[in-house]
């Protein structure tokens, strides 16, 4: 007889976990024949938890941790993740990738996009994508939301060209994030981690050659909830271990949830895993106490973006296959 759908189907043994990650981590690094890891911190649960995983496996000696921020980033993301470096012996490497990032045009060529649909944007506006219709029931689409300087908020109905080109522009975030965390991976001889957890993975919410870059993703296989777990068991501060997943990277503030996911994440993760195990809709639609369509609909939408990010996934197509040797 299967299980309840409640939130005790994600419940782990955090420790033996924590333990049986770092223990593969070190496997994969002597494997992959570096020295050690690097990874960006922003702050938040999953590179934090990445980031004692990793001292746990290597030593706070051979982790280096870097932070990225740019000039949307959130104060308060530098002050967790300085404060997440510290209490495991890391001494973070600051690296302000705004400079980067204006020189390749990231900021001016998102503005030009947004002034296509709000002509009166400038500087001291700000700005923030978030979809909409999904959570209605309906199909999705994208709108844009611009804080004048006065405070005004306003909502745009976002056509597609428009969508793309602001996307492709904040793309830059992460790409150069990824950038960088090679470089030092490359004059250090170590791997670079990822820190997607599983609801990221399975749903595409990555950039390509972006933040989706990685030699190895110690937490891909963790639902959210079960991230959260760990970040308990590993004690890392509380404002980390209570703090909801941001995006950070538009000038306003902005929920994973809002910008992507049908539902927010504590009910995303049980969707997940309702849909991995082949659960009715109507079992989804109990325990989220949500409607039989809107659950049928949260299914379809995982279906949806499972298909449509698989290019993010696949590796480059070759014309015919190329045998390597290797050992």
């Known amino acids: 007889m299967s299980v309840p759908l409640t939130p005790e189907v994600l ?8 333990a049986r990650i770092a223990s593969g981590l070190r496997d994969a690094v002597v494997n992959l024949r ?48 300085a404060e997440v470096a510290a209490q495991f012996g890391v001494t973070p490497i600051l690296e302000n990738i705004a400079p980067a990032l204006d ?10 996009a947004i002034r296509d649909v709000v002509p009166d944007y400038t500087e001291g506006w700000r700005s ?42 904040t793309n830059f975030k992460q790409r150069v994030r990824k950038i960088v965390e090679y470089h030092h991976a490359d004059r ?8 997607p957890n599983r609801l990221e993975y399975d749903q595409g919410f990555f950039v390509k050659v972006g933040d989706g870059a990685a030699d190895v993703k110690p937490i891909a296989h963790l639902y959210k909830r079960q991230v959260y777990a760990l970040a308990a068991c590993l004690d890392l501060p509380e404002a980390v271990r209570n ?40 079992e989804l639609a109990a325990c989220l106490g949500l409607s039989h369509d809107r659950a049928e609909f949260v ?15 696949a590796a480059a197509r070759l014309m015919e296959p190329v045998p390597l040797a290797f050992g």
């Open 11 to 18: 419940a782990i043994d955090a420790a033996a976990e924590a």
């Open 34 to 81: 570096r020295r050690g890891v690097v990874l960006g911190i922003s702050g938040g649960v999953d590179s934090s938890v990445c980031l004692a995983l990793a001292v746990r496996a290597f030593g706070a000696e051979r982790v280096c941790a870097l932070m990225m921020p740019e000039t949307d980033s959130s104060e308060q993301s530098a002050v967790r993740a």
């Open 103 to 112: 020189a390749l045009g990231c900021y001016a060529r998102r503005d030009r």
């Open 128 to 169: 923030k994508i978030a979809i909409a219709g999904g959570r209605d029931g309906t199909f999705n689409y994208f709108k844009l939301v611009v804080q004048s300087p006065d405070g005004t908020q306003t909502e745009h109905r976002l056509p597609h060209r428009t969508y793309l080109e602001i996307v492709a522009a």
């Open 188 to 195: 250090l001889n170590y791997a670079v981690l990822g820190t």
């Open 243 to 282: 703090a909801a997943p941001t995006t950070d990277t538009y000038s306003l503030a902005q929920g994973q949830d809002e910008f992507y996911f049908a539902l927010p994440w504590q009910a995303m993760d049980l969707a997940l895993w309702a849909a991995n195990h082949q659960r009715p809709a109507a």
């Open 299 to 313: 299914f379809r939408d995982i279906e949806s973006k499972r298909r449509a990010t698989a290019y993010l996934h």
